[in-house]
Nanobody
């Protein structure tokens, strides 16, 4: 019943933009922190960003600060990650995660989705 469905990934040139979406269902959206982590071959999992659905508090990894923006549309139970000025180093599978703990979606969470591939060409 609990589902997190990511969408919006794709292939983009360096300097371009993408907007990822995470559609949540099966739990009380406003009780959870929602975030994104990413994994690339040969690299450690990296927490990207998270947001508290109830009060809007956000966190960004230093590697994406100033380029990425996380937001929440509570009426749609959806979290977005706007990614601007993309770099080849951003290439990874991006996963959406949810947890009652604010920091947990950065590395895992109570729930997570299937992921969406983001590829940034040089």
């Amino acid at each position: 019943e609990v589902q997190l469905v990511e969408s919006g990934g794709g292939l983009v040139q360096a300097g371009g933009s993408l907007r990822l979406s995470c559609a949540a269902s099966g739990f009380t959206f406003d009780d959870y922190a929602i975030g994104w982590f990413r994994q690339a071959p040969g690299k450690e999992r990296e927490g990207v960003s998270c947001i508290s659905s109830s009060d809007g508090i956000t966190y960004y990894a230093d590697s994406v600060k100033g380029r990425f923006t996380i937001s929440s549309d509570n009426a749609k139970n959806t979290v977005y990650l706007q990614m601007n000025s993309l770099k080849p180093e951003d290439t990874a599978v991006y996963y959406c995660a949810a947890s009652l703990d604010f920091w947990a979606p950065l590395h895992a969470g109570d729930y997570w989705g299937q992921g969406t591939q983001v590829t940034v060409s040089s």
